[in-house]
Every structure is written in structure tokens, then in C-alpha cells.
Nanobody, 118 residues
């Protein structure tokens, strides 16, 4: 059972990245999936979540209007499209299973580093 975030990198402020969260060993569409980020010296911050039941999406105020979460059940993958990136978005991003959006994260794998230069 594995959950792998990928797609991070170095981008200039105002740029875009798309993160992917791929699962192996289990089916993602049975789970709500959340993205959270951890920047050095800062607390973990929930970024976005997509429910398993009706695909409802949720966003932190800090990313609302700039980030979009989506899922492709056929590919067993959840995406996080990040536009208009800011230096304060720099962090390691993780995807995780949750019982339901708003609950504690249950399982997450290795994160992917996003660095936004000014």
C-alpha cells in the first residue's frame, strides 16, 4: 500500500505546477483525499480536500481561487493544480487519505517539494 505525491519543482512567482497523488495497492476513489503542506519552521497546513462521496472540494483561504483539486478514478490519481504561485506556497506537499474532509489525516506517503522563487 503506497501513496506517492509528485510533480513538485522550482517555479517563479506567478507560475503553475500540477501535483499528482498516485495510489498503489488500494483504490483511491473509496477515500477522501487531502493535500497538506509543511514549510520549514511552520506548522502543517491543510491545503485542499476532495470527498469520495460526491466529489465536493474544499480549500484553505490561502489558496482559494488559485488551486484546484480533482480526481481521476480511472487513473487512481488525485491532482492539485496550482496557479498564480507565491513564494509563501513554498513547502513540501503531501497527499493523504482521510475518513472525510475535515477529519484527521489517516495515511500519507512521501511528499514533493515545491519551491516558488520571487
Amino acid at each position: 500500500v503506497q501513496l506517492q505525491a509528485s510533480g513538485g519543482g522550482l517555479v517563479q512567482a506567478g507560475g503553475s505546477l500540477r501535483l499528482s497523488c498516485a495510489a498503489s495497492g488500494f483504490t483511491l476513489d473509496y477515500y477522501a483525499i487531502g493535500w497538506f503542506r509543511q514549510a520549514p519552521g511552520k506548522e502543517r497546513e491543510g491545503v485542499s480536500c476532495i470527498s469520495s462521496s460526491d466529489g465536493s472540494t474544499y480549500y484553505a483561504d490561502s489558496v482559494k481561487g488559485r488551486f484546484t483539486i480533482s480526481r481521476d478514478n480511472a487513473k487512481n490519481t488525485v491532482y492539485l493544480q496550482m496557479n498564480s504561485l507565491k513564494p509563501e506556497d513554498t513547502a513540501v506537499y503531501y497527499c493523504a487519505t482521510v475518513t472525510d474532509c475535515g477529519d484527521e489525516y489517516d495515511y500519507w506517503g512521501q511528499g514533493t517539494l515545491v519551491t516558488v522563487s520571487s
